[in-house]
């Protein structure tokens, strides 16, 4: 999931940089790159949220009432009523990491198809990016 953040972070960044006419006319597609950052959002959102909870674990410790998730559930093993309280935090099942954070599960998937969406969306963005080295000409 660190990775999955990090992959979010850098997007966003040249989702940013693109915007900028100095580097888009070195782009082969900034709209392609656009298009990939809104991609990333739509299909990784509660991964990045999950990576949040698994990151800030101590913070969500420190305050289980507001981080508790409070609704029925009946999950796996887990089984509850409405108002019981719940908290997990670094929580793998099967293939899906699940934790609470803000009174949410979180769960995201760790398998083939969400690597192969990372991967699809890597391939756009390297698909997107011009050939040629565009950050000496940014500085200039």
Request: glycine content about 6%; proline content about 3%; charged content about 25%.
């Amino acid at each position: 999931m660190g990775a999955l953040y990090n992959f979010h972070w850098a997007l966003k960044e040249l989702s940013i940089l693109a915007g900028d006419p100095r580097i888009a006319v070195k782009l082969v597609s900034a709209n392609e790159i656009s298009k990939a950052f809104d991609e990333f959002e739509r299909t990784f959102n509660k991964a990045l949220l999950a990576r949040h909870a698994a990151s800030h674990r101590s913070e969500i410790k420190g305050n289980p009432e507001r981080n508790a998730h409070k609704a029925a559930l009946s999950s796996g093993f887990i089984h509850k009523p409405k108002g019981a309280a719940v908290n997990m935090s670094d929580c793998l099942i099967d293939r899906t990491y699940t934790g609470t954070r803000k009174g949410e599960i979180l769960k995201f998937d760790v398998t083939w198809e969400s690597y192969a969406a990372a991967l699809k969306i890597y391939t756009t963005v390297n698909a997107a990016v011009a050939k040629e080295d565009v950050w000496p000409h940014f500085a200039g």
